[in-house]
T-cell receptor
Framework: ETGVTQTPRHLVMGMTNKKSLKCEQHLGHNAMYWYKQSAKKPLELMFVYNFKEQTENNSVPSRFSPECPNSSHLFLHLHTLQPEDSALYLC??????????????FGNGTRLTVT | AQKVTQAQTEISVVEKEDVTLDCVYETRDTTYYLFWYKQPPSGELVFLIRRNSFDEQNEISGRYSWNFQKSTSSFNFTITASQVVDSAVYFCALSAPFFGNEKLTFGTGTRLTIIP
């Protein structure tokens, strides 16, 4: 198993659908993250979980709902998305909470298209 | 506030040429970390290197080298004798405590294309 696994790799959904992105890390890390990567924009931090507790919500719209049932799994629940939400969604993990000095380990991402 | 600037949006070089990717950062903190990540076409960002603000020694790892200069707030990345497999988007990033909130700030990335 690779370090951080994301499913699905690609997702096409309508604006009224409900779907979930899944992330699993096999590195024994304590912190997990969701990032959004849009074309020609810096990576945007969405959510941070440290020891299963959410410590960061970077002004993300409520149509994105994270869930972290344990330190190895992270979900992003999606509902009533907008076309501008189409992007690559990246999951990452790090050994130490807070991120200072701890490299992030990323998954392959989920390419989301909202129609 | 933290900021990372990668002024080069896209670079193309012929295989075996050397190429340098620029990174300039801004932070008010005296303690911070700088990173480089590589994003190949497969999508995942791969961690390449981390340097802390107290260590200005240049580092070499195979064909990769990094030049950290606090005087110019730069952390440049050089690939020597480039290969097609080096084609990717490269991100520079900064991590520094800011009002106790330790975030990783990414630059916009440089797309490097190595022409065979």
């Amino acid at each position: 198993e690779t370090g951080v696994t994301q499913t699905p790799r690609h997702l096409v959904m309508g604006m009224t659908n409900k779907k979930s992105l899944k992330c699993e890390q096999h590195l024994g890390h304590n912190a997990m993250y969701w990032y959004k990567q849009s074309a020609k924009k810096p990576l945007e931090l969405m959510f941070v979980y440290n020891f299963k507790e959410q410590t960061e919500n970077n002004s993300v719209p409520s149509r994105f709902s994270p869930e972290c049932p344990n330190s190895s799994h992270l979900f992003l629940h999606l509902h009533t998305l907008q076309p501008e939400d189409s992007a690559l969604y990246l999951c990452a993990s790090s050994q130490d909470p807070g991120g200072l000095g701890s490299p992030l380990h990323f998954g392959n991402g989920t390419r989301l298209t909202v129609t | 506030a933290q900021k990372v600037t990668q002024a080069q949006t896209e670079i193309s070089v012929v295989e075996k040429e050397d190429v340098t990717l620029d990174c300039v950062y801004e932070t008010r903190d005296t303690t911070y970390y700088l990173f480089w990540y590589k994003q190949p076409p497969s999508g995942e960002l791969v961690f390449l290197i981390r340097r802390n603000s107290f260590d200005e020694q240049n580092e070499i790892s195979g064909r990769y080298s990094w030049n950290f200069q606090k005087s110019t707030s730069s952390f440049n990345f050089t690939i020597t004798a480039s290969q097609v497999v080096d084609s990717a988007v490269y991100f520079c990033a900064l991590s520094a405590p800011f009002f106790g909130n330790e975030k990783l700030t990414f630059g916009t990335g440089t797309r490097l294309t190595i022409i065979p």
